[in-house]
């Protein structure tokens, strides 16, 4: 059983859900410490101030906001605090949006969702009425020092969290300047197109693709550790294709 | 126009189109500096080897991994580099998958694509397989490798562009066994009456009615310092109660919402509170 993250209430109408928050994605990319060469100890990182030239103590440290070229102006730790909004453990649901509407670049960070000690009947049937309405609910909540909008969803049979990005966070397609072709792409080439597709069809099963890098790695590693050398893997760069139906065609004869 | 991150070239079967990549989320927080209390002077970090008590340069550290056993391996820059992925410079597309079959949970950072360089060829590839894909309701699987790490990515349309999001591998997402799902199925009417609940507190997805209050609030509160005021946090609410008769909860709420005591997209308490 892993450990929750935050434990809080979920409020839609009266009716309040206990629930534990639990990690739900975790990086396993190949983390190092850092170290001294010379002597193997560890390395510390301390905080000295740029004028005086020496260490100071953390309580000695204060959150400024550049306002202007290096005028800033300070916050105390509970002044950031008191901007973060509303500090109870509640996530106030406040509508109810279908999933599907629900563009993934939105997604910041995904949670699962426990049910907490007591109302346990409460979370199954939230879970299951998302679950039959392919809702998920939104609301706003205060996590770690800062105000967050949350998704809350059915998710692998419990109640996944997703925190979300703002509006002004998102980049719109537009931003991105396209140069259009001279002509647009011919029906023949669509559908020819449209066959390299269905030739390299599969069905997505996440586990068939590994991170290779972080197997190369985690390699070298206990290479070194049996005092072995260590060595690398070659690729060719591929060439611009200049004729697009020839090269459609020939993916086409090597992909069947 | 952003900035491009990367450049390269798509590469599906023997088509390859050059393109450059954009991040399709930007960071609109505000941002802190870390300063000496006393003198308001900036605050930096600086590396001591624990031991020593000195002082040291980028040079003179290494990277330890932990061994099970309890012992460590030093690691070097050079071997670092050494298992680092060539630098391919292309996106390869392994595979077309079904979209609606990927867990949006999978998905890490949103990118988009835009084909670069002057010939018309691989901008007509481009467009090609844009509507290639947006006729299947397919997105191709690749991988490529950016700085130095290798990325397993999924290249689909949106926004009529080819948007490319970074994905976690199967490995990072943990199962949900042992999470506790609650109590008992519910009965047929308690199901019925969250689902009118459900239903009466519906809305629109309509991201632009939700705004970021938290940079607001701080925002204004950094006002409010600079000019010598005061602030003071808000006190916690109580956390609610769960109740002890499920039915008579969801008749109340749902009484409530069929009056309109909820606003739809209100995007939350609005009034700062700090």
């Not at chain 1, 995904?110 to 009947?121: C, E, I, S, V």
């Not at chain 1, 909540?141 to 049979?157: K, M, Q, S, V």
């Not at chain 1, 990005?165 to 072709?181: C, R, Y």
């Not at chain 2, 299947?136 to 990515?153: C, D, Q």
Request: glycine share 8%.
């Amino acid at each position: 059983m892993p450990r929750s993250l935050w434990n809080g209430t979920i409020s839609v109408g009266v009716i309040a859900v206990p629930v534990k928050l639990y990690t739900a994605v975790e990086s396993k990319t190949v983390r190092f410490r850092e170290v001294h060469l010379e002597d193997g100890a560890k390395i510390e990182h301390r905080r000295f101030c740029a004028k005086e030239e020496k260490e100071v103590p953390y309580d000695d440290v204060v959150k400024g906001f550049e306002v202007g070229k290096g005028k800033f102006v300070v916050l105390e730790k509970d002044e950031i605090a008191a901007a973060a909004g509303d500090p109870a453990h509640v996530i106030d649901v406040e509508s109810f949006v279908e999933t599907t509407a629900i563009d993934p670049v939105f997604y910041a960070k995904t949670y699962y969702l426990g049910a907490g000690a007591k109302g346990g009947d409460a979370y199954r049937l939230l879970h299951d009425a998302l679950e039959r309405t392919g809702r998920a609910g939104l609301g706003r909540f205060t996590f770690h020092n800062r105000e967050y909008l949350a998704a809350i969803r059915p998710l692998d049979g419990v109640l996944g969290l997703h925190t979300m990005h703002f509006a002004d966070e998102v980049v719109p397609g537009e931003e991105i300047e396209l140069a259009e072709p001279s002509k647009a792409p011919t029906k023949q080439e669509v559908e020819m197109a449209g066959k390299l597709v269905g030739s390299l069809e599969e069905s997505f099963s996440p586990g068939k693709r590994k991170d290779r890098y972080r197997k190369a790695v985690l390699d070298m590693i206990e290479r070194k550790a049996a005092g072995k050398k260590p060595k690398a893997p070659r690729e060719q760069p591929p060439e611009e294709s200049p004729d697009l139906m020839a090269a459609l065609e020939a993916s086409l004869q090597g992909g069947k | 126009m952003p900035r491009p991150l990367w450049a390269g070239s798509l590469s599906f079967g023997l088509v390859n189109v050059p393109v450059a990549l954009f991040s399709a989320v930007r960071d609109q927080g505000l941002h802190f500096h870390e300063l000496h209390e006393p003198d308001g002077a900036r605050i930096e970090q600086k590396r001591f080897c624990a031991e020593e008590d000195t002082e040291v340069s980028l040079e003179e550290i290494g990277h330890a991994y932990d061994l099970d056993d309890g012992k460590s391996v030093i690691v070097l820059d050079e071997e670092l580099a050494e298992v680092a992925p060539r630098r391919t410079r292309t996106i390869d597309i392994e595979a077309f998958v079904p979209l609606d079959e990927i867990d949006p949970l999978f998905f890490d950072h949103p990118y988009f694509l835009a084909p670069t360089g002057e010939a018309d060829g691989p901008r007509r590839a481009y467009q090609l397989l844009l509507k290639a894909m947006e006729e299947s309701g397919r997105v191709a699987l690749g991988r490529f490798v950016m700085r130095t790490k290798e990325y397993l990515v999924t290249i689909g349309p949106r926004d009529d562009r080819l948007a490319l999001t970074t994905m976690r591998f199967a490995d990072e997402v943990r199962e949900t066994k042992g999470i506790d799902t609650g109590g008992k199925k519910p009965a047929k009417a308690q199901l019925d009456q969250a689902v009118a609940l459900i239903d009466a507190l519906s809305a629109d997805w309509d991201p632009s009615e939700w705004k970021d209050e938290f940079r607001g609030r701080l925002e204004d509160v950094i006002e409010r310092k600079r000019k010598g005021r005061t602030i003071e946090a808000p006190e916690a609410r109580d956390e609610p109660e769960p109740v002890p008769d499920l039915m008579a909860a969801l008749e109340e709420s749902l009484a409530k919402a069929k009056r309109g005591g909820k606003k739809q997209g209100r995007g939350g308490r609005a009034k700062a509170r700090a």
